[in-house]
């Protein structure tokens, strides 16, 4: 399959930072709404590499289990064609919208199954996967155990009739009300049957998980210290890992070959295998990443809210089940939902755009700009079109038409080094630490806010200086104006490398800069000024 790759430059001083994005299901388009909860993940990465760290940014297709094999079936083709069918298209949607993951791969690699299987088999050793035989539905028909969504059941709620798993009134069956349901294969009623499963032992892990959310969830977001408290009261039950499937990862112990392991337990250690997988790859060693000997070190996991429970009591829980000095996440990113001109995003209804309509449809990063200040960090957020072209009209406004003013100004072809002004100097050395402050507070919204106060403040300096006078009147002061915003738009492309980095790029090509650092920098050197073109067209 399809990956996304890049490489890392270890530096020797730098923080070893971990970053998760969330595992797209294989079994629909990526929108706006998956964009915006995922986004923070490349800031994050950019910036921490940005600033010295040593980043490694992982993600991957999440493809097995029963929506896809049903869907499959449905459309009479293999799970594997449609999981491999999403991958591609996930693939092409991060790629067009500039994620720097170091390595994107599914769940269908080798790496990530073979990988899974070992610590499943630990997590078994260490006595935290235990059997238990239990009643489940049986197809004699059919002659195997079906899942809740091989089934079809009368809700009690609604009266209508609906798949097993979940009613579209939002009735969640129980076991129970399972039983004498209808096989969606052959049409026939179910009976029961013993069947036998493992399952992982959370309420052998209760304490220790509340001792870690004890810890750490001050500095998470509230949804996700509401969302992980709740669970926490309610008590942790014990989950099944293995299911009736022949789709997914093997269980690695005898009598289990027609079962594989449950989507949820192997798609969050897909955090884990991607990283060894890369630092395989690589010739390093993941524990610098994972482990707690490595103190200087930062976990974030990065996911809409609807996925916070997974990274914050059952990813923790398997970690601990290993026994083995895991480090747990850190940092929760967990987003609220962004909506789609006030309703929810949905493709069966039509609303909403999809990462690769957006990516045609919009200058990429203006796009990106605009769904991190507009985030939907702490509460939900709508994307509107008509916002959107006002966001990129400011920036046309404030940072394309400032460069234009000063790296197009009439009459020069150079940048000359001059004097810098110092109030200018100290506001652009304080944005640094305000950015930074915002960044490891997880306040991405407050991040674009600091970039737009320094864009007030450069064209403010630009109007009242007035250059276009100076030019006539005083070289020497025209030289120090022009050579202060030259240094204002420089230390903005280290502002915006994180979230525009596209825009980035193109201001450092034409001051001559080779890399995006962190903390002020001026121009040592006389710029010649070739090839300036508008970084951004006005939208109507
Ligand atoms: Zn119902
Ligand atoms: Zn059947």
């Known amino acids: 399959m399809k990956e996304i790759y890049n490489d890392i430059k270890i530096n020797e001083n730098g923080r070893y930072i971990l970053i998760g994005g969330a595992w797209p299901y294989a079994n629909n388009t990526l929108h706006l709404g998956h964009l915006a909860a995922l986004l923070p993940g490349d800031v994050l990465a950019r910036y921490h590499r940005q600033i010295g760290d040593n980043v490694i940014y992982v993600s991957g297709t999440d493809c097995h289990g029963t929506p896809i094999t049903e869907r499959a079936k449905k459309e009479n083709t293999t799970p594997l064609d449609i999981s491999s069918k999403y991958h591609d298209e996930f693939v092409k949607s991060f790629l067009s919208m500039n994620f720097s993951y170091n390595l994107y791969t599914s769940t269908e690699s080798d790496f990530h199954k073979k990988t899974c299987e070992d610590v499943f088999k630990k997590m078994f050793d260490n006595g935290y996967i235990f059997e238990k035989i239990e009643k489940d539905n049986y197809c004699e028909t059919c002659g195997k155990f079906v899942q809740d969504r091989e089934v079809t059941v009368i809700c009690p709620d609604c009266k209508q009739i609906s798949k097993g798993d979940q009613c579209d009134c939002g009735h969640v069956f129980t076991k ?195 769904l991190v200040r507009n985030g939907p960090e702490k509460k939900d957020t709508n994307f509107t079109i008509e916002e959107y072209n006002s966001t990129h009209n400011e920036i046309n406004n404030k940072l394309g038409n400032f460069i234009n003013r000063t790296l197009k100004f009439k009459g020069i072809d150079t940048i000359k080094v001059a004097n810098m002004d110092e109030q200018i100097k100290e506001n652009l050395d304080n944005a640094y630490i305000d950015i930074s402050k915002n960044m490891e507070a997880m306040e991405f919204r407050e991040v674009t806010n600091v970039i737009m106060n320094i864009l007030e403040v450069a064209n403010k300096y630009y109007d009242e200086k007035m250059p276009w006078i100076l030019f006539k009147e005083d070289i020497d002061k025209f030289n120090d104006c022009i050579y202060t915003c030259a240094n204002i738009i420089l230390n903005i492309s280290n502002y915006i490398e994180p979230i525009m980095p596209k825009t980035a790029s193109k201001i450092r090509e034409y001051l001559n800069i080779e890399n995006p650092s962190w903390g002020y920098i001026e121009l040592k050197d006389d710029v010649k000024l070739n090839n300036i073109e508008p970084l951004f067209t006005r939208l109507k």
């Open 176 to 370: 129970d009300e399972l039983i004498g349901s209808t096989c969606v294969t052959c049409g026939e009623k179910t009976t029961t049957k013993d069947n036998k499963n493992l399952y992982l032992a959370l309420s052998k892990l209760q304490n220790d998980i509340e001792v870690y959310v004890k810890e750490n969830e001050s500095k998470w977001r509230k949804n996700a210290q509401n969302e992980t408290n709740k669970y926490l009261k309610e008590g942790l039950p014990d989950r099944a890992v293995t299911r009736d499937l022949n789709w997914g990862v093997n269980i690695p112990l005898p009598n289990y070959e027609d079962k594989r392991m449950y989507v949820w337990i192997e798609a969050v250690l897909g955090y884990l295998t991607t990283t060894m997988d890369f630092c395989k790859r690589n010739n390093l060693n993941y524990e610098n990443w994972w482990k707690k000997s490595n103190k200087d070190s930062i976990m974030y996991m990065v996911h809409g809210k609807d996925n916070i429970t997974f990274h914050s009591i059952i990813f923790p829980g398997i970690l601990l089940a290993l026994k083995d000095n895991y480090k747990l996440p850190d940092m929760i990113v967990s987003s609220e939902y962004l909506n789609f001109n006030e309703e929810k995003f949905s493709k069966s209804k039509g609303n909403g755009i999809n990462i690769l309509e957006a990516a045609e449809m919009f200058n990429i990063d203006t796009l990106r700009f605009h």
